[in-house]
T-cell receptor
Framework: EPEVTQTPSHQVTQMGQEVILRCVPISNHLYFYWYRQILGQKVEFLVSFYNNEISEKSEIFDDQFSVERPDGSNFTLKIRSTKLEDSAMYFC?????????????FGPGTRLTVL | AQSVTQLDSQVPVFEEAPVELRCNYSSSVSVYLFWYVQYPNQGLQLLLKYLSGSTLVKGINGFEAEFNKSQTSFHLRKPSVHISDTAEYFCAVSDPNTGNQFYFGTGTSLTVIP
C-alpha cells in the first residue's frame, strides 16, 4: 500500500540554524500539507501546497518557513532560523484531491528538537 | 475557525472491554469528521470518516463512530478492544466548503491492559 515517508525521523539542531524536513508524498497525489504537533498540544495545520504554490497557510507559517517541491517526488519544509519553540513533531500529508472530504494520508513525522 | 476537543488525554482499558473515545467539535456550519490512529513510530492512519448520510460510520479494525449534530460530537467506539489497539487516536474536522485544513484535537492515548 502506498504511504507517505518522511526523513529524518528525528532532527536535533541548535537555535538559529536552518533545517530542512523532507517528505515523499504518495506518487499520484496532487495536494501536499505540513502539520506540526508541539508536545501535549493539538496537531496544527501549517500549510497546503498545490500546483507548485502555496494554496493556504496558517498564522504559524511565517517568513521563517518555506516549502518547496524540488523535483517530482520530494516535498520539503524549511525553517530558516530555528527557535526553541519550533521544537515539535512535524507531519507531512498528501491527498489526491482538494476538498474537505478527501482523506489526507500522513507520514510518520519528524521530531525536531531545537537546543 | 473550527476547533476539536478530545476530553480524555489518556484512556486505560482492559482487554476485551468496550471503549469510547470522546470528540466534540465547535462549528456553526456543516463539517466533515475524521478519526485517525497513530501506532508507535508510524504515521496517522485513517480509521473512519463521516461526510454525509448515515450518522453511524464503521471503520477499520472494528471501530465505529456516531455523528451527533445536536451534541456536536463524533465519539469513537469499539465493543471489545485488543492489545494491538494501544495507540494514539486523533479526531479531526474539516470544512466541506474550504477543505484544505484539518483541525485536530490533542489526541487520546488508549492503553489496553492485558
Amino acid at each position: 500500500e502506498p504511504e507517505v515517508t518522511q526523513t529524518p525521523s528525528h532532527q536535533v539542531t541548535q537555535m538559529g540554524q536552518e533545517v530542512i524536513l523532507r517528505c515523499v508524498p504518495i506518487s499520484n497525489h496532487l495536494y501536499f500539507y505540513w502539520y506540526r504537533q508541539i508536545l501535549g498540544q493539538k496537531v496544527e495545520f501549517l500549510v497546503s501546497f498545490y500546483n507548485n504554490e502555496i494554496s493556504e497557510k496558517s498564522e504559524i507559517f511565517d517568513d521563517q518557513f518555506s516549502v518547496e517541491r524540488p523535483d517530482g517526488s520530494n516535498f520539503t519544509l524549511k525553517i530558516r532560523s530555528t527557535k526553541l519553540e519550533d521544537s515539535a513533531m512535524y507531519f507531512c500529508a498528501s491527498s489526491g484531491a482538494r476538498g474537505g472530504g478527501d482523506t489526507q494520508y500522513f507520514g510518520p513525522g519528524t521530531r525536531l528538537t531545537v537546543l | 475557525a473550527q476547533s476539536v476537543t478530545q476530553l480524555d488525554s489518556q484512556v486505560p482499558v482492559f482487554e476485551e472491554a468496550p471503549v469510547e473515545l470522546r470528540c466534540n467539535y465547535s462549528s456553526s456550519v456543516s463539517v466533515y469528521l475524521f478519526w485517525y490512529v497513530q501506532y508507535p513510530n508510524q504515521g496517522l492512519q485513517l480509521l473512519l470518516k463521516y461526510l454525509s448520510g448515515s450518522t453511524l460510520v464503521k471503520g477499520i479494525n472494528g471501530f465505529e463512530a456516531e455523528f451527533n449534530k445536536s451534541q456536536t460530537s463524533f465519539h469513537l467506539r469499539k465493543p471489545s478492544v485488543h492489545i494491538s489497539d494501544t495507540a494514539e487516536y486523533f479526531c479531526a474536522v474539516s470544512d466541506p466548503n474550504t477543505g484544505n485544513q484539518f483541525y485536530f484535537g490533542t489526541g487520546t492515548s488508549l492503553t489496553v491492559i492485558p
